[in-house]
């Protein structure tokens, strides 16, 4: 996999609102192979979704594989309440691009 970031073989990575305090990403492989790779090799971790969203370990509430899906659940809580003053994305579809850029 050389040269290649997350989003080259991912078939979906997204974020979305998951309620007023939440936002959840997924990603899912085109491969069981791929993902297979991704896990084994412990490339997106808890300490790496920590690094990438400035948040303590502690604080991610889901980090989970799915092997039936071939797909990583994530689950953060939001840096403001969905819709308060300072909040700047109310439907949370853009927090999922730092994963994007993950090399693998």
């Known amino acids: 996999?050389?040269?290649?970031?997350?989003?080259?073989?991912?078939?979906?990575?997204?974020?979305?609102?998951?309620?007023?305090?939440?936002?959840?990403?997924?990603?899912?492989?085109?491969?069981?192979?791929?993902?297979?790779?991704?896990?084994?090799?412990?490339?997106?971790?808890k300490e790496l979704i920590s690094k990438l969203y400035n948040i303590p370990i502690e604080k991610i509430i889901t980090f989970a594989y799915f092997d039936a899906a071939n797909a990583i659940k994530i689950t953060l809580p939001r840096p403001r309440p969905q819709g308060s003053i300072g909040e700047t994305d109310m439907h949370a579809a853009q927090q999922h691009v730092p994963l994007m850029k993950i090399p693998v």
């Not at 050389?2 to 936002?23: C, H, W």
């Not at 997924?26 to 971790?45: L, Q």
């Open 1 to 45: 996999m050389a040269n290649k970031t997350l989003k080259d073989i991912a078939k979906v990575i997204r974020s979305k609102n998951a309620g007023p305090f939440e936002v959840t990403m997924d990603i899912i492989f085109k491969t069981k192979e791929d993902y297979e790779e991704i896990k084994n090799r412990g490339i997106i971790t």
